[in-house]
């Protein structure tokens, strides 16, 4: 059986959990770390576009593009964090599905 772990965000978010435990921890902190700064860049380029202020296409791709794209950019360099990003491409990919099968359930 799998041990699916809970956030309360729900399942999804123990696809990136399980890929950042299996990291050694310098690793594992710098991937939370990266993280944490691509959601904060594409924060603010999404605010930026919706107040008007001109933002470069490739910074309002769909997220999941983002996110594989950073994935694929960091595996090619092998960097051992690429597969936190491609996790957490996945749990958007599966955040999504869960919103189009159950259209009232917040992800």
Same mark, same amino acid.
């Given at each position: 059986?799998?041990?699916?772990?809970?956030?309360?965000?729900?399942?999804?978010?123990?696809?990136?959990?399980?890929?950042?435990?299996?990291?050694?921890?310098?690793?594992?902190?710098?991937?939370?770390?990266?993280?944490?700064?691509?959601?904060?860049?594409?924060?603010?380029?999404?605010?930026?576009? $919706?107040?008007?202020?001109?933002?470069?296409?490739? $910074?309002?791709?769909?997220?999941?593009?983002?996110?594989?794209?950073?994935?694929?950019?960091?595996?090619?360099?092998?960097?051992?964090?690429?597969?936190?990003?491609?996790?957490?491409?996945?749990?958007?990919?599966?955040? $999504?599905?869960?919103?189009?099968?159950?259209?009232?359930?917040?992800?």
């Amino acid at each position: 059986m799998t041990d699916y772990r809970t956030t309360k965000h729900g399942m999804h978010d123990s696809i990136v959990w399980q890929v950042l435990i299996r990291m050694i921890v310098p690793v594992e902190q710098r991937a939370r770390k990266q993280l944490a700064d691509f959601f904060a860049q594409a924060h603010v380029m999404a605010d930026a576009d $919706e107040r008007g202020v001109h933002v470069s296409p490739s $910074e309002l791709r769909p997220l999941i593009e983002q996110l594989d794209a950073e994935a694929d950019r960091l595996a090619g360099l092998g960097d051992p964090i690429a597969p936190a990003f491609k996790a957490w491409s996945e749990s958007v990919r599966l955040a $999504e599905r869960v919103s189009e099968m159950e259209p009232g359930y917040i992800v």
